[in-house]
């Protein structure tokens, strides 16, 4: 990649730039810098996210196009000329989706962009993010260098993120590209908002609307969850300030910042009764934590007996509990590393989760103004 | 403390038995047969001729003979019913598309447990009626029975009796479970030859008083709650599952047993099984029925500790813990 004189203006390309993250991190990135942001979106009909910079180009794009994006050819060139810095936030999300489907963003979208990367004569740093769950069904300790998914995965995001890390790191032999794997991010810790609901979300409203009746998994399991602006805050701060290509850091809570399963239903169950006191009369227990053959018995039965509606919530569950009955801990200490000297780490979950449960009640997991 | 305990239990059963395809193609169940076998129902128990009257009657007249009691030593009736039908005596034939129907405000006022006490000659016994709290009645009535028994000296010998059957044409499938018609009776006595009352519980959740309307809610609450119940009554007793020999279970699915022995722990072999199957759910007398088999079977020894769990509409969850 030939190098810009350092006078020259950068241009970062951020894919998935309007998501939950993404929004998030497009933000820091034109804030703190005197680089050009392009957010990549795929959907033009999006409303703009309230915390972009109004300098910040939106480009509508669809990875899963090809490595122009499904663009117009000279734009894709012009974009290719501009850039420096890539930021490959764009993924699928949703924890059950087809294989393929989950595939065709995950996979193949990456594909896209690192044949885009490929093109950037200018190109300095790329940061590709994936997910700590990348660890599929395995138990114990999952280390930053750990490669997942040798005893299988609990879902297709897992499997079609695992499957775009290979393809990234064989990628890393010509480009300059760190990894970012993420834990699952719940919101924000200041002011509890969710922007991007996730299955823990639908979870927790199950759980409030009395419809999850057990969860697989151990009473003293950790679950590992972040807040949305220490994964902005860590990854902005590894990608800008102390970029590593062929890095992977764990942006997760690790041991330390996490709480246990038994803990984190025990405060959601608080957290109802507080915020909405009149769930209190609705008598609903706290869901049972179950061997994952009983959860499994119990999604069966459901399932021969045709209830639409606990289908649809244990489906709903089910997608993220079944990792909860393989338990582990992600270690992240080349991130801790890091991270340190600037004082960004991972806040306890229990120091912010009330806020988080809170905002899902009060603003009915954001269907309320 | 006083120790009170069910001296004497049967129950009665109606004859007539007819299978889950039977029962199909009648257009007695909500869903597919299938389903419910897939779930451990075999057959139900239905009541063709008989009212909820004549099985309690029947039970009764059954248990004072096997334990050679005189009507005379029952100082205490307590008559229990799942349905508030039970609570009433049928005074006409129900018209299609009702379940009950009474010819004057006055039926109000014709109870079963009088005419029992009536009937049966239990002249020295008072009664009383307990239900509004669906098959969790019968073990509310056995709870009040040893209270009664420990606060009240002149008190010796309690009757319990529970009988309910289904209106006709009602479907035989509630919550994916199978109900059968049928009564049990039973003695509570101080000092009693078996089955010591160690330890009852019951919790009661209004919230979920409209169960029509709520049959996710309640399947959703049903188990956290039960392993919840289970427990607080283990811990009363002072014992631990470990402790308990058999569970008598109340007969619905054993599905939802299964997945309830998995929340508690509790090895499927500790599980009195054989009724769910060829008896069904008798709304609001399994966990008696399904003593009597276990003792009748041979497989119940002096002092083994014995877990009784049901549930009924309402919601209740109770349980007791006994000692044979």
């Given amino acids: 990649m030939a190098s810009r004189p350092a006078s020259e203006r950068r241009t970062i390309l951020v894919t998935g730039g309007t998501g939950t993250l993404g929004a998030e991190l497009v933000a820091r990135l034109a804030g703190g810098s005197h680089a050009s942001v392009v957010a990549l979106t795929r959907d033009a009909a999006r409303p703009r996210p309230g915390t972009l910079p109004p300098d910040v180009q939106m480009v509508t794009g669809d990875l899963r196009c090809g490595s122009a994006f499904g663009l117009d050819p000279s734009d894709a060139a012009t974009l290719r000329a501009r850039v420096t810095d890539i930021v490959h936030c764009a993924a699928d999300t949703t924890f059950n989706r087809p294989l393929a489907e989950a595939r065709a963003t995950n996979v193949a979208g990456t594909q896209g962009v690192l044949a885009f990367a490929k093109e950037c004569r200018h190109l300095q740093r790329m940061a590709c993010f994936s997910t700590v769950y990348v660890a599929g069904r395995t138990t114990g300790c999952f280390a930053e260098q750990d490669v997942g998914g040798a005893d299988g995965f609990v879902n297709s995001y897992e499997q079609s993120k695992a499957e775009m890390e290979a393809v990234v790191r064989d990628a890393m032999r010509e480009l300059p590209i760190a990894l970012y794997r993420l834990s699952t991010i719940i919101g924000d810790s200041r002011t509890g908002e969710v922007t991007g609901p996730n299955a823990i979300h639908h979870a927790l409203r199950l759980l409030y609307q009395g419809l999850a009746p057990m969860v697989p998994g151990r009473e003293t399991g950790l679950v590992d969850l972040i807040p949305v602006d220490f994964a902005a805050d860590a990854s902005h701060y590894l990608f800008a300030h102390e970029f590593s290509a062929g890095a992977t850091y764990h942006l997760c809570a690790g041991a330390s910042a996490s709480a246990t399963l038994g803990a984190l239903l025990d405060a959601t169950m608080t957290a109802f009764e507080r915020y909405r006191p009149a769930w209190r009369k609705r008598s609903i227990a706290r869901p049972a934590i179950v061997e994952l053959e009983t959860y499994e018995l119990f999604v069966r039965s459901v399932e021969e007996a045709g209830n639409q509606v606990l289908l649809q919530a244990t489906r709903a569950v089910q997608a993220f509990a079944y990792q909860l009955a393989y338990p582990k801990v992600f270690e992240n200490r080349h991130a801790g590393v890091v991270l340190a000297p600037a004082g960004i780490a991972a806040p306890n979950v229990l120091e912010y989760y009330d806020r988080v449960v809170r905002w899902c009640v009060e603003k009915n997991w954001g269907t309320a103004s | ?324």
Wanted: charged fraction near 20%; glycine fraction near 8%; aromatic fraction near 8%.
């Fill in chain 2, 1 to 324: 403390m006083t120790r009170v305990g069910i001296d004497a239990l049967t129950y009665y059963l109606p004859a007539y038995a007819p299978t889950l395809a039977e029962l199909e193609a009648r257009g007695a169940l909500r869903g597919p047969a299938s389903t419910l076998a897939g779930f451990g129902f075999e057959r139900a128990r239905v009541a063709e001729s008989e009212s909820h009257v004549d099985m309690a009657m029947h039970t009764v007249r059954t248990l004072l003979a096997e334990t050679d009691t005189s009507p005379e030593e029952i100082d205490l009736v307590l008559y229990a019913g799942a349905l508030t039908s039970s609570s009433t005596m049928e005074c006409a034939p129900a018209p299609a598309g009702s379940v009950l129907q009474l010819r004057d405000f006055m039926d109000f006022f014709k109870y079963p447990v009088s005419q029992l006490q009536s009937e049966l000659d239990l002249v020295n016994a008072s009664v009383a009626g307990i239900d509004q709290q669906g098959c969790a009645a019968i073990f509310s009535s056995v709870r009040l029975a040893r209270a009664t028994l420990v606060a009240e000296p002149d008190v010796r010998t309690v009757l319990c009796v529970s009988a309910d059957r289904l209106p006709h044409g009602a479907s035989r499938e509630v919550v994916y479970n199978l109900v059968s018609d049928g009564a049990c009776a039973m003695l509570v006595r101080r000092e009693p030859k078996r089955n010591r009352i160690v330890a009852t519980h019951q919790v009661t959740k209004g919230a979920f008083w409209d169960s029509g309307s709520l049959e996710n809610e309640i399947i959703a609450a049903y188990f956290p709650t039960a392993r919840n119940v289970i427990g607080d009554t283990l811990r009363k007793a002072g014992v631990t599952l470990d402790d308990i020999r058999w569970v008598i279970p109340h007969n619905v699915s054993l599905r939802s047993w299964e997945i309830l022995l998995g929340l508690i722990g509790c090895p499927r072999e500790k599980l009195f099984s054989a009724n769910i199957g060829r008896v069904g759910h008798t709304i609001a007398a399994d966990n008696f029925i399904n003593l009597r088999d276990a003792t009748d079977a041979g497989l119940l020894r002096p002092g083994d500790l014995l877990l009784l769990f049901t549930f009924g509409y309402g919601l209740n969850w109770s349980c007791m813990v006994l000692e044979h």
